[in-house]
DNA sequence: TTGAAAGCGCTAACAG
DNA sequence: CTGTTAGCGCTTTCAA
């Protein structure tokens, strides 16, 4: 039965005693009644005792082995094995202002959005030495204060935000922090620090003028009602009016059915039966996910509208399935790997001392023609 | 243009002056060109500097404010205003051994499976003034240990895990670090520590029971290769033959077609491919993910089977989408946000020092009875 | 209610 | 290559 207790032993007073027999002159008596704490966990100080030499070359054996004779070496590392030492990270990081913790902030984790760039940066930091802490501010601003505190309040080594901050009260703590920060899934001329992303714009741009160079004349949009989203589908729809598409009509009559985040299946359908409505010969639709394009698909199919025949989709995020759909999917593809990659690179590199010259990278993106579309 | 440095000013020498006219005396010149470090960030002295109080006092009106003089809380709260301080938790944790971190460690965070989870980790120990730090195990044993290591230097209040430990070694470390660890996503009469979670093996039973109820036959399996799917399939091929479905062959040569995960919708088509040529009269088949069954469902659509009438589809999880398909999917539901609370819960309880009793919990599941079976 | 002293466990600076 | 010393920024303990 696996007794269990977050109180571990109750003050093992005499931290030397183990098989060893050097210099136990312990000073004159050093333990006083008076203010005495510990967890009593085992400390460095405890390794270099038993391996017969000063804390801080022990501390040298584990951080910078070369910088140590390999007769200590071995001493302490057989010291670590005897006592399953685990070096205290939050003690080393407060003595040399390195916490090797780095934040990372999600407007969610629900939702496959975000999945690649949380997965990267977990697994190349961890690869690093670095730990992740995650955030989730939400699609709304309210909570980013209190997150941000809690961030910098523990003086990671960097902070990774997905989309940009939007209230600059945050911008400018963060910024005052001093912590490298990366903002990415989202580009501006004016970053907080360093910046990973793509232009959400030229994404509806591209989406428009890959439709009317196919030959569609009557488009729509169903998408999420985050600011983000939103940037695509207006840029859509003006560039779909600047093309001529949809009778010419100003961008604001171009028929949109907004969604509330997260986007689901369940939403493409409907709101493909609100879109053919509102237009009944639509013949193209730009969804602001993958998720929600599925549903448009699923929604066409039970009415027995052809893919892409009578209707052309268009997805966003290139999601594992949409290439094995039937038809498969025509879809915006994000390199969120890629991003995770780069962004864990700028921190990596800053804590290194290496200075960032190119602090804006454009990763853009790429339309996945398929058969949808 | 937002000049950045990880290095914030260059030593802010002098501390104290603001707009105030009080005891402005500095000590004699407390300046040594000997060992000086600090990062140069506003620090809790400086806060009590400002205020006119010791530093501890200035503590205590961050911590305890009830424990502090109206007069003194209003005067430290303007310091902290006025000086942007953020307070440094990594030296509080470590004075006062609570590191408030809790690390949560999923196989994987691609794939909706343990999105749920994380989700309410994050947000119920937030609010809680938890940070959630992250690490991915993979499906293999090989990074457990690294991973463990980083976590356990980072002292965190409390270990969720999901799944539950497969190493010896590193249930013993966990053990011996007497951080509070709640296994979850499994049972097992021996847990660690504390445990919130279902049986894999109930599932199949069920699973298996439901379809021959509605009078199904010849069924087939399509799962991924990780440890505890395969528990569930194994305890469905054995339920499904002793009620004697498959002509009572034995479990072992119940049709099963292995996926590596994570699983996908792609597998599930190739799945049922592979399952009909082994077994052409297949009239029911279990997945490991709704995201397999979606395959399955995909691909069956696609040769002209209909599902349920000629075959019956389960799936495990009850995704977002599944009732959003048609037909709808029957699944087995996880609640996923449930075991997230009661998690947290247990950690936050025992950082409060209140003893857990029940410390195994089986949330259990439920069948999600829809069309597809 | 407030404060002084001590020290959490580690590492940066110097010397040897 | 190794050690001494002095903190990192905070909170605990004890005393006023």
Known sequence: MPQHSPLPENTPD???????????????????RGPRKSAGGITLRDV?????????????ALNTPSAVSPKVLQKVREAVEKTGYVPNLLAG?????????????????????????????????????????????GYENSREDALLEAIIGRRPDGVVLTGIMRSAEARKRLLASGIPVVETWDLTPTPIDMLVGFSHEAIGREVARYLHQRGRKKVAVVGGRDERSQRRMQSFAQEAVALGMNDGQGAAALPMYHVIAPTTLGQGRRGLADLLQQQPDTDAIFCSSDLLALGVMIEAQSRGIAISGQLAVVGFGDLEFSRDLQPRLTTVRIDGTGIGQRAARFIIDRAAGIEVVERIVDVGFSIIQRESA
């Open 14 to 32: 005499d931290t030397s005693a183990d098989a060893r027999g050097g210099r136990d002159d312990d000073g004159p008596e050093p333990r006083r």
């Open 93 to 137: 990081g407060l003595a040399s202002n390195k916490s090797r913790l780095v934040a990372v902030v999600v407007p969610t984790v629900i939702g496959p959005v975000f999945q690649e760039i949380v997965h990267t940066l977990t697994e190349t930091l961890a690869a690093a030495g670095y730990q992740v802490m995650l955030g989730q501010s």
């Open 48 to 60: 270099a005792q038993l391996a017969g030499v000063a804390p801080i070359t022990a501390s040298r």
